[in-house]
């Protein structure tokens, strides 16, 4: 509960883009550090855990910034619509990605099934980097902001 409101002031001052893309980027890293330990011998759970625990931190992270700009990427008036699919999506992906894993991992091994995990979250970190310029919370105030005057220095 700590880490999470944290994380949500932090992402509210920076750039929502950079930090969806380097948190599936580091993501990535740790979640191909679990696998690692999957496929060496003798790796002590202990560290599984706390690259879990590092995966889980970053997530944080991630997780309000793509809520917070969901409206730069549908507009205005998308944007319940968009959650909604964004809310089922989610669901979906939790109910069928249990199964999924679970089928992935009878078939070619958990630390094979890993690997496309953590593959998959560096193809998502180059899809948002693709995606291009979201606006900073700072361009944002001042485009919501009314103008009181028409001087250089109110806008």
């Known amino acids: 509960m700590f880490f999470g409101s ?3 002031t932090f992402v ?3 750039d929502r883009r950079k930090i969806m893309y380097l948190s599936d980027f ?3 890293i740790t979640v191909l550090g679990i696998a690692v330990c999957i496929f060496v011998p003798g790796t002590t759970i202990i560290i599984i855990f706390i690259l879990t625990g590092v995966t ?8 309000p910034a793509l809520q917070s ?11 319940q619509k968009a959650s909604g699919m964004l809310s089922i999506a989610d669901n979906i992906a939790r109910i069928a990605g249990m199964s999924i894993g679970g089928i992935l991992v009878a078939w070619i091994g958990g630390g094979a099934a890993v690997c496309i995990c953590a593959a998959t979250l560096l193809l998502s970190g180059i899809l ?17 902001r009314p103008r009181l005057c028409w001087c250089r220095s109110c806008w």
């Open 26 to 28: 580091l993501r990535a």
């Open 128 to 144: 948002v980097m693709a995606a291009g310029h979201f606006p900073s919370p700072i361009e944002q105030n001042r485009m919501e």
């Open 69 to 79: 700009s969901i409206i730069h990427i549908v507009g205005k008036q998308h944007i």
């Open 56 to 63: 889980s931190f970053i997530t944080l992270f991630q997780a």
């Open 12 to 14: 509210d001052r920076m």
């Open 6 to 8: 944290f994380a949500g």
